[in-house]
């Protein structure tokens, strides 16, 4: 399955000023995958080291010598390293702090050979060991489970004529022909239901079973949930575990905004705050914020004790509520998660394309869903899962406001009418 991250990492082969590259992300998004790919493609050869498998890489380390440890790898693993020629891939690399490490020196003093470096609890790893972390010395990316875009690549009936006109109906503003939109909108609510995670889609291509794609689903939670138990405190995994599946039930409240109090009666942020920021730094989760003031910069105005929470998968989103595939097709209205799914789906596809996103509300309860800077504007993006478009929040907003433009995301087809744009569901990927 073709990755858009491809291009990024052609990019950083054949950068003037690269430095060892360090690829973060969740577990099983395909960053192992997806290196060993672009090695084979890229390179001579490829010599991949996973410290979490290999205990014995950890000893070549003590010297943090990057031709000595060159050498000792080279012999373990019975492969030449050559410059420029091989890339290294150190996965897992969070077993081994002193790997970690030796990147500033691979950057110093022997940046000719070819380093990717990857980590599922990353973030969780470096924020709470005690690391020499190579500031300056390394670049980093970010890979997410697969857009909607990606997963049309991932089909099999050839679906780069949709994307392309789909692309260029979002740059004219013009309407997708019909049976386009129709086609677009059915593969939608199968991506709502089968998300990005690559082992997911790959079960969902080959069979088009959607009991077998729920399967994959739940053995994903459960190496999340898992996890949850090998990378905690005792004391902290129950309330990770709680918070995790209480996200998608706050996503079925009609105020989506996180509640402590929901997730236990009495609950405080000073009892989950921890659960909270493990689950970011894992990238299983993510806060959307709400933005008290239009100004710039935008993050100088969060709220920090106000946010919405939302889980990095789509169709993780669905198993963990046990949504079914029928209740997205037949769209009845006691499918009262379909606001809070479509808003999920929306914050991930915006994440991906590097857009930072708040929230915003009104003294009078109007409320945005998402506020972002596109370019130099400051644009108001209202998401309805449906053909109903009727709002007033966004109403209030532009009058108090007169942004630019704004965006409507709904059902509806292609159009630009009263200064705001409107872009399908399917066309999210688009907004960057």
Request: proline share 3%; charged share 25%.
């Amino acid at each position: 399955m073709e990755r858009k991250i491809y291009n990024d990492l052609l990019n950083w082969k054949n950068s003037n000023d690269r430095k060892p590259l360090i690829l973060q992300g969740p577990r099983q998004v395909g960053k192992t995958y997806i290196t060993n790919l672009f090695g084979s493609r890229e390179y001579a050869n490829v010599v991949y080291c996973n410290f979490e498998q290999d205990e014995d890489l950890k000893d070549f380390f003590n010297v943090l010598e990057p031709t000595k440890i060159l050498r000792l790898i080279g012999a373990h693993k019975k492969k030449e390293i050559f410059k420029e020629k091989t890339l290294i891939i150190f996965d897992e690399i969070q077993y081994c702090p002193k790997a970690l490490t030796s990147l500033k020196y691979f950057n110093e003093e022997a940046n000719d050979y070819h380093i990717i470096a990857t980590g599922s609890l990353l973030g969780v790893s470096l924020n709470r060991g005690s690391y020499s972390f190579p500031v300056g010395k390394v670049q980093f990316m970010t890979m997410a489970p697969m857009d909607f875009e990606e997963f049309l690549l991932a089909q099999n009936e050839n679906y780069e004529v949709l994307i392309d006109e789909i692309k260029r109906c979002y740059a004219e503003n013009s309407p997708l022909a019909k049976p386009f939109h129709n086609e677009a909108m059915d593969l939608y609510k199968s991506y709502l239901f089968v998300g990005g995670m690559p082992e997911v889609v790959e079960e969902y291509v080959k069979t088009g079973n959607y009991e077998l794609v729920r399967i994959k689903q739940d053995a994903v939670l459960q190496a999340y949930f898992n996890d949850m138990s090998k990378y905690n405190k005792a004391t902290e995994i129950p309330k990770v575990r709680l918070v995790y599946k209480n996200i998608t039930t706050q996503l079925a409240k009609e105020n989506r905004k996180f509640k402590y109090s929901l997730i236990k009666s009495g609950g405080r942020a000073r009892e989950f705050e921890f659960a909270i920021e493990w689950l970011c730094l894992a990238g299983v989760a993510n806060q959307l914020y709400r933005i008290e003031q239009i100004k710039l910069p935008l993050d100088a105005f969060k709220s920090l004790d106000d946010f919405k929470f939302y889980m990095n998968d789509v169709g993780l989103c669905c198993a963990n509520q046990k949504v079914q595939f029928d209740d997205i097709i037949l769209d009845k209205d006691s499918f009262e998660f379909k606001g809070g799914l479509t808003e999920n789906y929306v914050f991930n596809q915006l994440s991906v394309n590097g857009l930072s996103t708040y929230y915003w509300t009104s003294k009078s309860d109007a409320e945005i869903d998402f506020i972002t800077r596109i370019n130099k504007d400051v644009v108001p993006i209202e998401v309805k899962s449906g053909e109903n478009t009727r709002s007033r929040s966004l109403s209030v907003y532009m009058q108090q406001f007169k942004p630019a433009h704004a965006i409507r995301i709904s059902a509806k087809n292609f159009g630009f009418e009263n200064n705001i744009k409107s872009v399908p569901l399917y066309a999210v990927f688009c907004i960057k």
